[in-house]
């Protein structure tokens, strides 16, 4: 074996064994389904032997909203995480994933505070990497906690992004990849969901908001690349639907789904005709998880070491300066 193709087959089996760390966050006003969809992504999980034991889970997993005593209960009071080892398409994937407490309707100031903890929270990931860049001796073994994606739960009773959702979006654009959802997609017909979904868009664009897109190097796409990058570009986005607590059964198949049933009929929240869940997986969990860690890497983090070390520069001139005009 030529020195070279065994340095790539060390390599290649590094990186079958290696374990890829993901970690997403939810963000969301109240009661918007959050939990819920944690609840659903964490439940399609292949989680690997032990890990199920071992992980910390937290109760809210196992205690929907609907069989909560009352409302209050089920909310989520602060932002919590766990991680859990799972295998998705071969590959090992650590991951992260962290729920918030939802966002209040009624109070500018409580939200802003609200949006501010959301924010400091991601922030205070990358000082992680910060410190530990700075260390001398580096520990190889460092966790990468910083949050790679967050999907920001939009509200379907509104016909597009409030002046609220516009502000937050703003805020968390300038720090994390954000992913726009919108919550509760059954309560919506096929075509005011289409519509709502466009005007999300046009918002969007309106505003300047740069949620995540996926981009497209026209000169190195391949055509087939280019088409399924663009596809996934047109969800955005993303329809998402819940399971009920209940038991459903497809009377077409006489299958157990995870789903939510009504007077006139199921909705299965595995079905890619009914919301856009399995595309939305399939995009965190495989197609797109390493783009989201180097943008998080080479933009985000870049952005925020840069301003942190000018903060640290400006504060230590005048510390200088101070020092200087106390000696005259
Ligand atoms: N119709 C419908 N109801 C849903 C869906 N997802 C969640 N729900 C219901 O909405 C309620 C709130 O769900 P949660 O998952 O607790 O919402 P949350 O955003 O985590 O709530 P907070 O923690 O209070 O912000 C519960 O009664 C859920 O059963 C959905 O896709 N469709």
Redesign the pocket.
Known sequence: MSTMSAKMSRSSRRRKHAVSQLNLMVV??????????I?MLFDTLCVRKNAKEEAKLPECLFQ???TAQD?ET???KELYSFTLDVEEEGEKISLTLV?S??FVRDNELRLDVQVTEALRYIEAQFDHTLAEETKVKRNPKAQDSQIHACLY?IDNANNGLTDKDIRILKRLTARVNVIPVV?????LTTSQLANLKQAIKSDLKEHNIPVFDFPIDEEVAEPEVAEVVTNVQSYIPFS???P?DATITDPSTGEKIRG?QYAWGIIDCLNPKHCDFVVLRNVLLSSHRKLFKDITLEVFYEQYRTERLMARKVLGSIDTYTLRENKT
């Open positions: 969301g006003f109240r009661s918007l389904g959050k939990t819920s969809f609840r929907s909203a609907e409302a089920a909310r989520t729920d407490p939802g739960f919550a509760k997609a059954d309560l998402l639907v819940a009920e939510r």
